[in-house]
């Protein structure tokens, strides 16, 4: 199995990976009537997305995708490029309707690397949760501290237990529960 390739995001001029996520409203390929097939053993979903986080809002800059029937429709005025049975919409600015919170972390350390689904919070050196209300940055709460006390607890877990597809489900999940 592969790493997954994460969602980012830009806050402030810094980029941050997706790690967790609990909540409705951030745009995808199927938000526009696509159905998302894998693109390559690092893109089991079939999509990847970059976001924009300011004052403003959180917005849609931009998305990979791979459809089943190799469809890739105008997105909102934007047109993708295909290449490879792959579009990418690139330089759009959508607001979403995210309502709900987002764990997006930066500084990975390359020794906690799982080389399965989407890397855990505690293999980041600085984690933070954004809570959302219709799109809208309403607070940053820094859990960078509580993750470097939990620093490696999900790779020890995951190379000693014993209920493979636990673990995969645990390695693929972005639910906030699973640290």
Do not use: W
């Not at 996520?21 to 998302?36: A, I, N, S, V, W």
């Not at 350390?109 to 855990?120: A, N, P, R, S």
């Amino acid at each position: 199995m592969t790493a997954q390739i994460p969602d980012n995001f830009i806050y402030r001029g810094e980029e941050y990976a997706l790690v967790g996520k609990e909540g409705d409203g951030l745009l995808t390929p199927l938000d526009y009537g696509m159905r998302p097939v894998m693109i390559h053993t690092a893109c089991y979903r079939g999509f990847y997305c970059a976001y924009l986080v300011t004052e403003d809002g959180l917005y849609l800059t931009n998305m990979t995708v791979r459809t089943a029937d190799d469809v890739y429709p105008v997105v909102d005025g934007y047109q993708p490029s295909v290449r490879d049975f792959t579009a990418i919409y690139r330089d759009m600015r959508i607001l979403t309707n995210f309502t709900g919170k987002l764990r997006l972390a930066r500084d990975f350390i390359e020794e906690l690397y799982i080389h399965m689904g989407f890397q855990k919070p505690s293999a980041f050196r600085t984690v933070l949760d954004f809570q959302f209300s219709e799109g809208k940055l309403q607070n940053i709460t820094d859990l960078s501290a509580y993750y470097a006390e939990m620093r490696g607890k999900f790779k020890e877990q995951y190379e000693r237990d014993p209920n493979f597809p636990q673990r995969i489900n645990d390695a693929f999940s972005l639910d906030l529960d699973v640290d």
